[in-house]
């Protein structure tokens, strides 16, 4: 039991370590990432009751084992549901939190959260599945909420500046696609990984995607890192002479 446990929780305690450590201007308060992970972990709760309501209404209709079902599946039940109670404990917890004063710190709190979240999902299947299942998630879906969880916090992280910097259309415009990207990432990762159960063929698309998905994270976080900022700094001042804000592109 201990051994599974381990496996189940070992995998998102390393990747916010990580994080945490990647964090360099200035490292968030440990009480308030405990209690994101925790709020993660409970954000499963609702997303587990939404996916159950709203899958029993599209599998009445559509057979799971088709490409419309499993797009459904991938995008709508799993992906909508769980993005979004991701982001309403992300956004309750963190909005007007003083110590959300730096730029990167909107993707830590974001990580954190989904890593909550994974990792109580991790230990669901791990308990039930066994040690096999356990280290293949280690490497797929554990690594990838956290990713989910990278452009969260990105696109969040440019809204806190827009608050600041009193533009509040693009305030809700950078809180939008704080759900909607990796809402479309999660959706398109879980629709190889269900779609290459009866179709072998997406096997190869399912490992280059999380290939793709593990290095454009990486390259996101580092990025981030280098470039933070104070939050409430002129705009002007936060970003180096070559770089161009998102809503300036």
């Given at each position: 039991?201990?051994?599974?446990?381990?496996?189940?929780?070992?995998?998102?305690i390393?990747?916010?370590?990580?994080?945490?450590?990647?964090d360099?201007?200035?490292?968030?308060?440990?009480n308030l990432?405990?209690?994101l992970?925790?709020?993660?972990?409970?954000s499963?709760?609702?997303?587990?009751?939404?996916?159950?309501?709203?899958?029993?209404?599209?599998?009445?209709?559509?057979?799971?084992?088709?490409?419309?079902?499993?797009?459904?599946?991938?995008?709508?039940?799993?992906?909508l549901?769980?993005?979004?109670?991701?982001f309403?404990?992300?956004?309750?917890?963190?909005?007007?939190?003083?110590?959300?004063?730096y730029?990167?710190?909107?993707?830590?709190?974001?990580?954190?959260?989904?890593?909550?979240?994974?990792?109580?999902?991790?230990?669901?299947?791990?308990?039930?599945?066994?040690l096999?299942?356990?280290?293949?998630?280690?490497?797929?879906?554990?690594?990838?909420?956290?990713?989910f969880?990278?452009?969260?916090?990105?696109?969040?992280?440019?809204?806190?500046?827009?608050q600041?910097d009193?533009?509040?259309?693009?305030?809700?415009?950078?809180?939008?696609?704080?759900?909607?990207?990796?809402?479309?990432?999660?959706?398109?990762?879980?629709?190889?990984?269900?779609?290459?159960?009866?179709?072998g063929?997406?096997?190869?698309?399912?490992f280059?995607?999380?290939?793709?998905l593990?290095?454009?994270?990486?390259?996101?976080?580092?990025?981030?890192?280098?470039?933070?900022r104070r939050?409430?700094?002129?705009v002007?001042?936060?970003?180096?002479?070559?770089?161009?804000?998102?809503?300036?592109?």
């Open positions: 039991m201990q051994l599974l446990l381990l496996i189940a929780l070992g995998p998102a390393a990747l916010a370590v990580y994080i945490y450590r990647k360099a201007v200035e490292h968030e308060p440990v990432l405990l209690r992970a925790g709020f993660g972990a409970l499963c709760v609702p997303a587990a009751l939404a996916e159950m309501a709203i899958g029993s209404v599209i599998h009445s209709f559509v057979p799971q084992e088709s490409y419309l079902g499993a797009f459904l599946d991938a995008f709508v039940v799993a992906a549901c769980e993005e979004c109670c991701k309403f404990f992300l956004n309750r917890q963190t909005w007007r939190s003083p110590a959300f004063d730029q990167f710190d909107g993707i830590v709190y974001a990580v954190t959260v989904s890593l909550g979240f994974a990792a109580l999902e991790n230990v669901e299947y791990v308990l039930q599945y066994g096999g299942t356990g280290l293949l998630r280690a490497v797929t879906s554990v690594p990838g909420h956290a990713v969880g990278v452009f969260m916090g990105y696109y969040y992280g440019f809204a806190k500046l827009a600041y009193g533009d509040r259309s693009r305030e809700q415009h950078y809180k939008k696609l704080a759900v909607i990207v990796p809402l479309l990432l999660h959706g398109t990762y879980d629709f190889f990984a269900m779609t290459m159960q009866f179709d063929r997406f096997t190869v698309l399912f280059a995607f999380l290939a793709a593990y290095l454009v994270g990486t390259r996101q976080v580092n990025r981030s890192a280098k470039e933070d939050v409430d700094q002129d002007l001042q936060r970003f180096s002479p070559d770089f161009r804000p998102p809503w300036q592109e």
